[in-house]
T-cell receptor, first 110, second 116 residues
Framework: KQEVTQIPAALSVPEGENLVLNCSFT??????LQWFRQDPGKGLTSLLL?????REQTSGRLNASLDKSSGRSTLYIAASQPGDSATYLC?????????FGQGTRLTINP | NAGVMQNPRHLVRRRGQEARLRCSPM?????VYWYRQLPEEGLKFMVY????????ESGMPKERFSAEFPKEGPSILRIQQVVRGDSAAYFC??????????????FGAGTRLSVL
């Protein structure tokens, strides 16, 4: 059974810092891994999707890496801004369903 | 091309009533997934449907919950005799299951169910 763990559960940093969010999964047989952003009371915004054959994806200040063999992914946020404050969810996809982590609640302090 | 549409966005029910949540997939998508997010928890898979077929309902509670995806019209998640513990955000996702994007799921904005 696939299990996804995100560390830390919560993170608070001052504006401008670079930061790393971690995601680990127990079964390396995945099709892809996706990072989402969720604002309080809102839906999911897809940030980056890494196919199983890829090692990383970049979008603006965001960079996500995937090491399938070790069951790990990281989301790197450069030059953080208060608008980055949200919960970040990692999800891995097997044959059909997505399995989500519990999320990292990120607060960027001005 | 409109995204995944869920309605209503917010639904309030009293204990014992029925809740019906609707999901219209993206155009051309024939596969629908339902996920539930309980307060302060991550999203959990509930059910995966194709048109007129339930493919995987391993995440569905055994009682009171049912889902369908008819040949015509939206997918429906139905909760009978709701209890306070059913209060959650229910998200729907769809995928084409063919082509380069076949494994990618696109999410709707969710329906927030509150049971009084």
């Amino acid at each position: 059974k696939q299990e996804v763990t995100q560390i830390p559960a919560a993170l608070s940093v001052p504006e401008g810092e670079n930061l790393v969010l971690n995601c680990s999964f127990t079964d390396s047989a995945i099709y892809n891994l996706q990072w989402f952003r969720q604002d309080p009371g809102k839906g999911l915004t897809s940030l980056l999707l890494i196919q199983s054959s890829q090692r990383e994806q970049t979008s603006g200040r965001l960079n996500a890496s995937l090491d399938k063999s070790s069951g790990r992914s990281t989301l790197y946020i450069a030059a953080s801004q208060p608008g980055d404050s949200a919960t970040y969810l990692c999800a891995v996809q097997g044959a059909q369903k997505l399995v989500f982590g519990q999320g990292t609640r990120l607060t960027i302090n001005p | 091309n409109a995204g995944v549409m869920q309605n209503p966005r917010h639904l309030v029910r009293r204990r014992g009533q029925e809740a019906r949540l609707r999901c219209s997939p993206m155009k051309g998508h024939s596969h629908v997934y339902w996920y539930r997010q309980l307060p302060e928890e991550g999203l959990k898979f509930m059910v995966y449907l194709q048109k007129e077929n339930i493919i995987d309902e391993s995440g569905m509670p055994k009682e009171r919950f049912s889902a369908e995806f008819p040949k015509e019209g939206p997918s429906i998640l139905r909760i009978q005799q709701v209890v306070r513990g059913d209060s959650a955000a229910y998200f729907c996702a769809s995928s084409p299951r063919t082509g380069l994007a076949k494994n990618i799921q696109y999410f709707g904005a969710g329906t927030r169910l509150s049971v009084l």
